[in-house]
């Protein structure tokens, strides 16, 4: 059986080994970097105007989700991932990180507002998808809480 000796810092009572300084090191260190992540990439406040939830979604029927999920993996999965957890490869570099979709409690209104507005890193989708379209997003980013 091997013996190690474990070297005292400090010496005395008051000492700490070698060892216990450095969990006390990674644990300040996890500290620290979970405080800026959660800073530095966690998704920023970005909040729609009031009148933003009181917009409908004039769509409704089977079609309308299949559509959005077909959109959505066209347009959208590079940076929300393929479940709208904000895990997509592109998203990884992004600041602030991609929203977590599936998790969101958001109005459709909202939603329409955001996809429409943009707010970098986020793209305006005003000019790119038609207003169908972005209802069709709404609604099937809307079914991902449910899933």
């Not at 409704?60 to 929300?80: T, Y």
């Not at 209802?135 to 079914?143: A, E, H, N, Q």
Request: aromatic share 8%; charged share 20%.
């Amino acid at each position: 059986m091997e013996k190690y000796q474990v070297l005292i810092i400090g010496g005395g009572t008051a000492g700490i080994t070698v060892a216990a300084q450095l969990l006390r090191t990674m644990v300040l260190l996890f500290v620290v970097l979970f405080a800026l992540s959660t800073s530095c990439f966690g998704q920023s406040t970005w909040v729609a105007p009031k009148e933003a939830d009181a917009i409908e979604n004039p769509l409704s029927g089977d079609g309308v989700v299949s559509g959005g999920k077909k959109l959505f993996d066209k347009m959208c999965v590079i940076c929300h991932g393929p479940k709208g957890k904000g895990d997509g490869i592109a998203g990884a570099g992004l600041t602030p990180r991609p929203t977590n979709l599936a998790v969101q409690d958001q109005s459709e209104g909202v939603i329409y507002w955001k996809l429409t507005e943009g707010n970098p890193p986020m793209a305006s989708y005003k000019g790119i998808l038609s207003d169908e379209e972005r209802w069709k997003l709404v609604s099937y980013i809307k079914s991902l809480k449910k899933k």
